[in-house]
């Protein structure tokens, strides 16, 4: 299948920087971002198309998301499609596939990524950007790890991203380290996309590729998480359904307006109420099991557990006098 390609060369390009496109978005998306990334014209910038229509959106995917979510079998069709179309570009361009740096952002820095490190005969890039990645068929790629360990490879992610947890990549970034590669992981104050200061340090770190460095940082800590701890599926028996004390538990998740409302509340609660009741949270966004194990369908949910169920629940952003009345807690002015 060819793909149709924006192509923008550079006014002293000598290498080719491949950019895939996200959900939903196509190959004129990521054009914008090249006065930043590439402000010198050191690269031909190649930019396909994805080959699958995106339902609810006005572009395309490299891989069809369902309710069950993304197909690992296509993910790794994709991967086949765009190593094929980079080998066809370098020939093309009469550029050098070991100069290039592969990227891409959300669908499509997940297959610039699995292009860059499956296992095989093909040549690697000098480098990967992976902007807010999205890759479910890791497990399909047999990374050759040893052969992988010289690409230096750059992944930011948007703290507030409601579509792809930061923790996601978070995951990524230690198992890539763990392996060996010289990972820099950037995390900034943002949702689903780039920023300025995003495309700032991705034009600092190919710099520093292009001089034949190999860029390493330590993985950033998480931010402390306050008062209120996050309990995931796995935790959830033993923190709440178990627990000695009444459990508040905040149902939420980081695109909800009225969740980042109530989230002060709920942490007034949890300090005040210190010993005698805990309080977590649940992101449902990434613990969907137990969303649906409590019919949460609107949220912030706010409910009370004890011993072992939930026993009472309030719906939405209210003045903690309101949510402890509604949570049969006595209040305190």
């Not at 952002?105 to 480098?127: D, K, M, N, Y």
Request: hydrophobic residues 45%; negative net charge.
């Amino acid at each position: 299948m060819a793909l149709l390609a924006n192509v923008i060369r550079g006014s002293d390009a000598s290498r080719l920087l491949v950019l895939l496109h996200g959900y939903g978005a196509d190959e004129q998306d990521l054009g914008g971002l090249l006065p930043y990334l590439d402000p010198e014209g050191r690269f031909a910038a190649v930019m396909p198309r994805a080959p699958h229509d995106a339902p609810g959106a006005p572009g395309y995917a490299w891989f069809p998301i369902s309710a069950d979510g993304a197909d690992p079998a296509a993910f790794t069709d994709a991967v086949d499609l765009v190593d094929a179309f980079i080998d066809e570009q370098c020939d093309a361009l009469g550029l050098a596939r070991a100069d290039a740096v592969f990227g891409g952002f959300s669908q499509g820095a997940g297959v610039a990524l699995a292009v860059s490190l499956r296992g095989g005969e093909a040549v690697r890039p000098a480098g990967v950007l992976a902007m807010s990645p999205f890759a479910p068929g890791w497990d399909a790629l047999q990374v050759d790890w040893d052969a992988v360990r010289s690409i230096p490879v750059m992944v930011q992610h948007g703290t507030e991203d409601p579509m792809i947890p930061v923790r996601a990549s978070r995951d990524l970034t230690r198992v890539l380290s763990e392996h060996g590669l010289p990972v820099v992981a950037r995390e900034y104050p943002m949702g689903h996309q780039v920023v300025l200061e995003s495309i700032r340090d991705a034009h600092a770190w190919i710099t520093q590729v292009l001089a034949g460095e190999q860029p390493s940082e330590a993985l950033p800590e998480p931010p402390p998480e306050g008062p209120v701890r996050s309990v995931t599926t796995a935790s959830f028996d033993a923190e709440v359904l178990r627990s000695d004390v009444p459990v508040i538990v905040d149902f939420w998740a980081p695109w909800c307006g009225p969740c980042k409302q109530v989230g002060p509340i709920v942490e007034q609660i949890a300090v005040m109420r210190a010993g005698s009741y805990k309080v977590v949270k649940v992101n449902i966004d990434e613990e969907p099991a137990l969303a649906q194990q409590y019919e949460v369908q609107s949220i912030p949910l706010i409910g009370l557990f004890r011993n072992g169920r939930m026993e009472r629940a309030a719906l939405g952003a209210k003045p903690r006098p309101q949510l402890e009345a509604e949570l049969g807690m006595l209040v305190i002015p």
